[in-house]
């Protein structure tokens, strides 16, 4: 799906029933390294031992947030990563999808 939609930002849990976020952002990071991520969880170690937030950053997340955290913190995030984009970038999605903005992917 992620090729198809071809999203600006995605924001991942690390923790859901049919696949992990730590799987989905390598997944992710193997197709693109400019799409932004976002990675959240509740808390917790990966088998490995590392803390799931801190080795979603090593893989490639650009930001973390354990749960619960402040909807502004948050905000501010977005606005700092998509503040990123380039202009030509959001030309060419917008004549691309026939679009403009920012496209948010939850997974």
Known sequence: ?????????IVTD???PEK?????IREIRQE????????????GTHPTGLDYLQMA?????NLSFPKPFKISE????VAELTSTLT?????EKAHNKHRCGLFLFLI
């Open 1 to 9: 799906m992620f090729k198809e939609v071809s999203p600006d930002l």
């Open 14 to 16: 690390i923790l859901m």
């Open 20 to 24: 992990e976020g730590i799987e989905t």
């Open 32 to 43: 693109s390294s400019e799409v932004k991520i976002i990675a959240l969880s509740g808390g």
């Open 57 to 61: 950053l090593e893989l490639g997340a």
């Open 74 to 77: 948050f905000r501010t995030a």
């Open 87 to 91: 202009l030509s970038s959001k030309q």
